[in-house]
């Protein structure tokens, strides 16, 4: 008997809608990252892209719980004094997506099959995204 693997052929893509409102953001990310691995799915393959894709909106209504408001972000610009920050109460402010999207991030991956999984992710800041002709026929707003 030898172990099952999953072919590139074989790998049937499915697009997810998830409304943000009202949910924790740790709680949100970790499904959000375990859909698109493709960890809810009987022919899980660790090293294949074979999740679904995730179109995630009111990412502005979204909880952050605890002590995570005063959480910073870093990004440096690889020259000399080019570490540049900003707080998570701020981003949410003005880019509550980002926020979303760095807390997924941080749940997948962190080599070149994570960077390939964050282009199947889409998040909004409100309810109406372009990505409706690709979610799937008859579905709502479901928790991926």
């Not at 809608?17 to 499904?31: K, P, Q």
């Not at 999207?101 to 964050?118: E, T, V, Y």
Request: charged content about 25%; hydrophobic content about 35%; glycine content about 8%.
């Amino acid at each position: 008997m030898s172990t099952y693997t999953l072919k590139p052929k074989d790998i049937e893509e499915k697009w997810h809608v998830v409304d943000a409102d009202g949910e924790v953001l740790g709680r949100l990310a970790s499904d959000v990252a375990a859909t698109l691995r493709g960890k809810k799915r009987p022919s899980f393959t660790p090293h294949m892209p074979n999740g679904d894709y995730v179109v995630v909106i009111n990412a502005a209504k979204i909880k952050v719980t605890g002590d995570t408001r005063e959480k910073n972000y870093y990004r440096h610009s690889m020259y000399p004094g080019g570490l540049k920050t900003v707080s998570q109460e701020k981003l949410l402010a003005n880019r509550p997506e980002q926020v979303v999207k760095f807390a997924i991030k941080g749940m997948l991956p962190h080599n070149a099959l994570g960077a390939r999984l964050l282009k199947r992710l889409k998040v909004y800041a409100g309810p109406n995204h372009p990505h409706a002709a690709q979610v799937n026929a008859g579905s709502k707003a479901d928790r991926a």
